[in-house]
């Protein structure tokens, strides 16, 4: 896909898929959540490559932001890491995240399968409820993301599109279901329309840059909105 120099000029602060600091602040005020664990792969964890007028915070890092402007004792960590399947986020993060006590989790995962060798959607179903279930258990709210389609991304392999493309649409039908029957809620990045703009991937890997992380971190902040609205 090629991008015009107009599209080349949108910044953060008048691109229609962002929320301003003001708009992001009004949706989750007052804030109900005290302590935010995030836990995944890579889509989780990682720095933003830098895109002009967007900066280069994670999206989780920006949401914190968000809530802790409006409940400045918010406790906060992100225990994502790259390159990990959702069997092993589970594994190595599920435990550390029940410990902190959390009254809002984010789960972001599922990348690292579907870029695998094979990818089996119902064996990631069944680690996402191992996650979702004992969280929602405790009463903490739960949100689970997406997978924004990476087949394209700059640099994905032109023989796997089709592939990679049909695995994230069966990965995003088989978590938001999963959340539904937990009582979590579903962040759709993969079938979320994005404005005309930047692209919103890393040139050097499946990953998301500074514009795709301000996209997800305002796709998560209207979900918060939603769901504080329904408390």
Known sequence: MTVSAREESVREVDDPSCLSEAE????????????????????????????????????????????????????????????????????????????????????????????????????????????????????????TMGVPDMSRAEGAPASRMAEVRYRVRLLAERTESISLRHGAHYVDLARRPVSPGPSPWSPNAPYLNGRGHAIAASAVIRILGLLKSRS
């Not at 994670?58 to 990990?84: F, S």
């Not at 069997?87 to 695998?116: H, M, N, S």
């Open 24 to 143: 992001a602040r009004r949706l989750v005020a007052p804030s109900p959540w005290r302590r935010l664990v995030v836990i995944g792969d890579g889509a989780a964890g990682g720095a933003a490559e830098p895109v002009e007028g967007f900066g280069r915070r994670p999206w989780a890092d920006r949401v914190a932001d968000v809530l802790r402007a409006e409940r400045p004792g918010l406790a906060y960590i992100n225990l994502g890491r790259r390159d990990l399947r959702v069997a092993e986020v589970r594994a190595r993060q599920l435990a550390r995240a029940l410990a902190l006590k959390p009254t809002l989790a984010v789960i972001a995962c599922g990348g690292t399968d579907v870029l695998g060798d094979s990818f089996d959607a119902y064996a990631v179903e069944i680690e996402l409820s191992r996650m979702i279930g004992p969280l929602r258990e405790t009463g903490c709210a739960v949100l």
